[in-house]
């Protein structure tokens, strides 16, 4: 027996495929009468992330870093902010109906999309993946290919379409 899927996990790195998954997340919430989580996570630099700059700058320089983080958030949330305004656009006025939340975050994107989507009890990811000649190895096919390696919840990986990626 399939379960019901009432939380969706839509994972974004605003980018054109990440934006095309977006039409699959919201079909998929309109098909079960379900909500979408919208996760965008940056990246940052992992020795900061993890506390380890400490031994090697001073603690000044530590903190400038970590303000440097706070103010790309900012940024980012301003873009995702920007990216729910278009997609509400093209959805219709029943997009925002669909979304339950906005999350962004700072850390390692697979960590941060595996965790969030077992505490917010998910019941679906979705993500895109860029997956076409040397964009196989970019950031979010990387991404995606770790989610679905490591996720015990169905995951959705919706590829670019070929015509998108000729001329993206």
Same mark, same amino acid.
């Given at each position: 027996?399939?379960?019901?899927?009432?939380?969706?996990?839509?994972?974004?790195?605003?980018?054109?495929?990440?934006?095309?998954?977006?039409?699959?997340?919201?079909?998929?919430?309109?098909t079960?009468?379900?909500?979408?989580?919208?996760?965008?996570?940056?990246?940052?630099?992992?020795?900061?992330?993890?506390?380890?700059?400490?031994?090697?700058?001073?603690?000044?320089?530590?903190?400038?870093?970590?303000?440097?983080?706070?103010?790309? !958030? #900012?940024?980012?949330?301003?873009? +995702?902010? &920007?990216? %729910?305004? @278009?997609?509400?656009?093209?959805?219709?006025?029943?997009?925002a109906?669909?979304?339950?939340?906005?999350?962004?975050?700072?850390?390692?994107?697979?960590?941060?999309?595996?965790?969030?989507?077992?505490?917010?009890e998910?019941?679906?990811?979705?993500?895109?993946?860029?997956?076409?000649?040397?964009?196989?190895q970019?950031? !979010? #096919?990387s991404?995606?290919?770790? +989610?679905? &390696?490591? %996720?015990? @919840?169905?995951?959705?990986?919706?590829?670019?379409?070929?015509?998108?990626?000729?001329?993206?």
């Open positions: 027996m399939i379960p019901h899927i009432k939380k969706i996990l839509y994972a974004t790195d605003l980018t054109v495929n990440s934006a095309y998954a977006a039409y699959f997340a919201v079909d998929l919430a309109k079960h009468d379900a909500k979408i989580i919208i996760i965008h996570c940056a990246e940052i630099n992992p020795l900061i992330y993890l506390g380890a700059a400490a031994p090697f700058s001073d603690v000044w320089l530590r903190e400038a870093q970590e303000n440097e983080v706070e103010k790309d !958030l #900012g940024e980012i949330k301003k873009r +995702v902010q &920007e990216f %729910s305004r @278009k997609a509400e656009s093209q959805f219709g006025p029943d997009y109906n669909l979304l339950s939340e906005t999350i962004v975050t700072a850390g390692y994107a697979v960590e941060e999309i595996l965790n969030t989507a077992n505490k917010l998910c019941d679906v990811i979705v993500l895109g993946s860029h997956g076409k000649g040397f964009l196989r970019t950031f !979010l #096919g991404v995606a290919r770790a +989610v679905l &390696e490591r %996720s015990a @919840k169905p995951v959705f990986i919706i590829p670019l379409p070929s015509e998108k990626a000729s001329t993206g």
